[in-house]
């Protein structure tokens, strides 16, 4: 017999505990959330390694690589130290499983395929607004940084409209 799952928290008590923890985070560091940034240091990091030449001209790689280790990076242990609370949530609460969501119409290869590039477009969408959702849209938004908001505005928009059209022409 499998045990119950605990019961997720209030929408509003988490909200508040995210809003205490940004606020902890400006307190204590000097920076609000983020996460994009680590995954650009270790591309940036794995491109110095696969070409270091090519990466140290590169306009883009070539000054995160010269002087600098992701590992020295605040940004680096922020979305470590997320991933691991994650999944010891996940555990703890009884609601850690392994699952593939997506349209269930589809073949498991086209829906990881799917995930893949909506992650690269996120992803590239998060490098030339120069923040992601929690970079630019939480912290953004916290500092009541204009550019906060119409991240949000525009994230939420054009995931609610895939997010119809995916309903409709796969599911």
């Known amino acids: 017999m499998t045990p119950q799952p605990r019961p997720l928290w209030n929408p509003y008590l988490a909200g508040l ?21 680590f995954t650009t240091a270790l591309a940036a990091s794995a491109s110095k390694t696969l070409a270091p030449s090519a990466t140290a001209a590169n306009a883009y790689f070539g000054p995160m690589t010269a002087s600098h ?18 999944l010891a949530s996940a555990v703890f609460a009884g609601r850690f499983r392994l699952s593939l969501d997506g349209p269930s119409r589809l073949p ?47 994230f939420f928009g054009a995931g609610v409209g895939i997010g119809l059209l995916m309903k409709r022409y796969w599911q």
């Not at 920076?31 to 940034?37: E, V």
């Not at 280790?69 to 994650?86: Q, Y």
């Open 17 to 37: 505990v995210l809003g205490l923890g940004l606020l902890l985070t400006f307190v204590l560091t000097g920076h609000g959330l983020g996460a994009s940034g």
């Open 69 to 86: 280790n992701p590992l020295d990076s605040w940004i680096t242990w922020e979305v470590i130290g997320l991933a691991l609370g994650a």
């Open 108 to 154: 498991r290869a086209r829906r990881l395929a799917l995930a893949l590039v909506g992650g690269a477009v996120s992803g590239f969408g998060a490098r030339v607004s120069l923040g992601c959702t929690s970079g630019l849209g939480l912290s953004g938004s916290a500092v009541l940084a204009t550019a906060g908001f119409l991240f949000l505005i525009g």
